[in-house]
């Protein structure tokens, strides 16, 4: 199917982006890389008369480190640039494998974080690597910026805590610690460009006199509408030098907290099957980084 008719605005700045989001509301659609609104756009349902397009407003590309205080990347910032970001690779590792994962080279160059996070689908892959790093985002409008964590603004199945008028700016990401590790795992049938059916992330932060947990995010992928924390099994670990028997409990509960659909892909069972094998290597990744 073609594309239906819409007027294209092309802001150069975040004022222009603020004020056209303001004049047009709810008629009115950001258009970032497009790879998932002009593919959702060819079936009925979402027509706006207006696209939006932030690609020249420059204050919302940039991507920045600070060794003190994190990562804040740009909402509209491509994914290959953030993969091609050092500190991404050496710092965020649970990140950068969530991200390499996206798509194909044509999505990554196409495709933002911003685009991943607002389209608010289950199965997409950074919202559970950024919220086991305690991603922070900052919302902007002509009323003004405000911040929110991200699993506050991820709300359920294509849901977000955006209100008609405003854009997302930045995501902000604390820097990890120094004895600290991450990985993200998924599981999907065949090798590429097919969506996961079920993943994990994991941020741990080791105490290296007796290996202990100072601190640990559990976040499970694709086993409900929107990313999970893990909360108890996180409890379970905190404080503890993980052995078989704990970790074994710890991931009882990831099950058990674990919301995942039946469908032609795979059962709810087996997908609670997989999450357990997944929070395990996703653990032990990140735990053997943090300890090393
Ligand atoms: C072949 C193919 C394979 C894919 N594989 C994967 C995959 O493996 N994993 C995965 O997670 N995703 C995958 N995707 C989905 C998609 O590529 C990603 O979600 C991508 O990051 C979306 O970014 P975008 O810039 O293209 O967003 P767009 O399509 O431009 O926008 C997506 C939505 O977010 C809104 N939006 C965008 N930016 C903002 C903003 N700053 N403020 C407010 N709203 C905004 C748009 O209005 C729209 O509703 C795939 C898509 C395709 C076509």
Redesign the pocket.
């Known amino acids: 199917m073609y594309l239906p008719r819409f007027q294209y605005l092309a802001p150069a700045g975040e004022a222009e982006l603020a004020s056209m989001l303001a004049e047009h509301g709810d008629k009115a ?11 959702q756009m060819k079936a009925p349902g979402l027509w706006p008369d207006y696209l939006i397009d ?1 690609r020249n407003v420059a204050e ?1 590309s940039s991507i920045e480190f600070d060794d003190q205080d994190g990562l804040t990347v740009g ?2 910032a491509k ?1 290959e640039n953030i993969l091609n970001t050092p500190a991404v690779a050496e710092r965020y590792h649970g990140l950068y494998q969530a991200i390499e ?3 194909a080279r044509q ?1 990554l160059t ?7 996070i ?2 608010a ?1 289950p ?4 919202p559970p690597a950024l919220m086991s790093f305690n991603a922070q985002v900052t919302i902007g409008s002509t009323q003004g910026d405000k911040e929110m964590a991200l699993e506050d603004f991820i709300q359920g199945n294509r849901k977000t805590a ?1 209100e008609v008028g405003e ?2 700016k930045s995501i902000f990401l604390p820097a990890p610690a120094a004895k600290s590790g991450s990985a993200y795992h998924y599981f999907r049938v065949r090798g590429g ?1 097919e ?2 059916m079920v993943a994990a992330a994991v941020y741990v932060e080791a105490d290296l006199a007796d290996k202990s947990l100072k601190d640990i995010k559990i976040v499970l992928g694709v086993v409900g509408p929107t990313p999970i924390r893990a909360l108890e099994a996180e409890d379970m670990l905190t404080g503890q030098t993980p052995d078989e028997d704990l970790l074994a409990k710890a991931l009882g509960s990831c099950a058990a907290v674990s919301k995942p659909i039946d469908d032609f892909r795979a059962s709810a069972e087996y997908r609670r099957e997989i999450l357990k094998v997944l929070v395990q290597r996703a653990f032990g990744e990140a735990y053997t980084i943090a300890t090393s």
């Open positions: 659609r950001i258009l970032a890389g497009g790879t998932d609104l002009l593919v932030i919302l909402a509209s994914l994962t996206i798509g999505i196409m495709g933002s974080m911003g685009g991943n607002c389209n689908s199965a997409a892959d950074s955006l854009y997302l460009m969506i996961a």
